[in-house]
């Protein structure tokens, strides 16, 4: 599935451009080990690396919310500073998908082709 991301603000600075288009990838939803119990070791089917630092909960999805978050921690420094608090997105950052606004806290489905918007909160004026 490809997406566009389209950066504003001070997000478009941290990115280094101001938009993108992204192929999203399905990830398979994560299975148990063998003699795993209760969720405590999970994996996938044939993962030989460490686990993906998204939750077993986004990886399989397809959310703006997983989508923007991957971002943020895949390229980190003051891009993962403007989306992120304390590793989940920041409550006052605003997304839009095809000019919609969407909650960071909501789970919203991407789909084929659709644009995604990134505007970080703006601070400063006299």
Known sequence: MRVTVEYFGPARE???LGSETIDVPILPPLLLGEGDRGGE??????QTSPPSPLSETERGSKTVQALVRQIALERGGRLATLLL????????LVMAVNDRQVSTQEKTDLHDSDVVTI????????
């Open 14 to 16: 941290a990115a280094g």
């Open 41 to 46: 070791v999970l994996r996938d089917a044939n």
């Open 85 to 92: 608090n304390d590793g989940e997105l920041s409550r006052s």
């Open 119 to 126: 505007i970080p909160p703006v601070s400063g004026g006299s």
